[in-house]
């Protein structure tokens, strides 16, 4: 089946992810201080910093096309565990709608 004559929809919940379709989120750790997961460039690692108001770089969406959780500033990349989902680091990479 072709991406184009898949029917998605562009809001609400997906229930099989528990995701929100497109609605902006932020990635909280349970750590103490409650860091933000921010992407800092490229095919980095993401970081762990200070939350700021409104900083898109701290902003990510579910896109529904794709299945993956895509960053709000750089929308062509996603998260992608490491190790082919077998790994504790997550890094940044183009889209390339694998998912474990």
């Known amino acids: 089946m072709y991406v184009d004559t898949v ?35 490229g095919n980095q690692v993401p970081k762990l910093k200070r939350w700021r108001n409104n900083a898109r770089n701290q902003q990510w969406f579910f896109d529904e096309v794709t299945k993956t959780i895509r960053s709000n500033y750089w929308k062509n990349y996603c998260i992608e565990i490491d190790g082919s989902g077998n790994g504790r680091w997550l890094r940044n990479r183009g889209i390339n709608s694998r998912w474990w």
Do not use: A, D, W
């Not at 809001?11 to 909280?28: A, M, Q, S």
């Open 7 to 41: 029917k998605t929809e562009t809001k609400g919940l997906n229930e099989e992810f528990g995701f929100h379709i497109n609605r902006p989120f932020y990635l909280v750790s349970e750590l103490p201080f409650n860091r933000i997961l921010e992407m800092t460039g």
